[in-house]
């Protein structure tokens, strides 16, 4: 059983379009990660979520962390090519060893 | 973020033979260091968990004897692929965490794996 679920697993979109990635499970996080990957590149770090109810931006890329701890989304307003990349969501139950959702392919069309 | 160096990026061996990648924190110690491997286009798979010092604790379903993973240093950490074979051929991503409940990792670049 996976621990965390991402949906949708692969999106393919148009530029200028908007997207959101989910990312849920049942059990409670302490925080959770959102990583992006090119490949042939190890995930880069874009945001940690520690609050319940958080929001954080980083320019046109909007993260929430779900009341409970257990989810946590990633909103991408006006999609560039620039976005394309594998999106993963990371989280460490009780500062555990690190669990990783499937992942969600983005590819955005020129 | 913090630095984390992964060597070689890309390495080709004949099957066999053993291949060893090193993980090191450029920045910052790393109590806790993990090694994954994903397949294209999928997810990352954890191998192991290596606390330096300590024996690593690996995967249910991952060869102890065959991936040797040594944590000797804080900013050190290496993964030893021996007889290697064509199925060995993967990607392998090291991370690496700081302090204890700190739950923040910091990957390598990847190494590139093939066994011909």
């Known amino acids: 059983t996976q621990l965390l679920e991402q949906s949708p697993q692969f999106l393919s979109i148009q530029e200028g379009e908007n997207l959101t990635v989910y990312c849920n499970s049942s059990s409670v996080f302490s925080s959770l990660q959102w990583y992006r990957q090119e490949p042939g590149e190890g995930p880069v770090l874009l945001v940690t979520?520690?609050?319940?109810?958080e929001v954080k931006k980083l320019k046109r890329l909007t993260f929430q962390f779900g009341d409970a701890r257990k989810d946590s989304s990633l909103h991408i307003t006006a999609a560039q090519p620039g976005d394309t990349g594998l999106y993963l969501c990371?989280?460490?139950?009780?500062?555990?060893?690190?669990?990783f959702g499937d992942g969600t392919t983005l590819t955005v069309k020129p | 973020g913090a630095v984390v160096s992964q060597h070689p990026s890309r390495v080709i061996c004949k099957s066999g033979t053993s291949v060893k990648i090193e993980c090191r924190s450029l920045d910052f110690q790393a109590t806790t260091m993990f090694w994954y491997r994903q397949f294209p286009k999928q997810s990352l798979m954890l191998m192991a968990t290596?606390?330096?010092?300590?024996?690593?604790?690996?995967e249910q379903g991952v060869e102890k004897d065959k991936f040797l993973i040594n944590h000797a240093s804080l900013t050190l950490s290496t993964l030893t692929v021996t007889s290697a074979h064509p199925e060995d051929s993967s990607f392998y991503i090291c991370?690496?965490?700081?302090?204890?409940?700190?739950?923040?990792?910091?990957f390598g670049q990847g190494t590139r794996l093939t066994v011909v």
């Open positions: 991370s690496a965490r700081g302090s204890q409940g700190y739950t923040e990792a910091f």
């Open positions: 990371a989280g460490a139950p009780n500062a555990g060893k690190s669990t």
């Open positions: 290596s606390n330096e010092g300590s024996k690593a604790t690996y």
């Open positions: 979520v520690v609050t319940g109810g």
